[in-house]
């Protein structure tokens, strides 16, 4: 286990990049879903949570879910498997730095 939070944290392989991004993002998209619940305060943190995202697939999904309703999150979560939904909002089929 200790190895695999080192890896994580030394960021020095695609799968740990890949981990923090998508921890970056289910964060983004809990922001998003306060503000869309009228949380002011969550804009200057969704706003900055971008440019700290590594990969061209994570910053493709986080600029769509800007454009896209929580309530359509839910709706593709339950009726679409998660690894073929990131493949169509991103394009491209794995993950990929930036």
Known sequence: MNDTVGEFEAQATVEAVCARDADRLECRFHALEYRAAGD?????????????????????????????????????????????VCREIAGQPDCVRQ
């Open 40 to 84: 002011t305060l969550m804009q200057e943190w969704i706003t900055d949570s971008r440019a700290r995202l590594k990969t061209t697939t994570a910053i493709r999904i986080a600029d769509v879910a800007l454009t896209t309703s929580p309530l359509k999150w839910r709706q593709c979560r339950q009726a679409l498997d998660t690894d073929r």
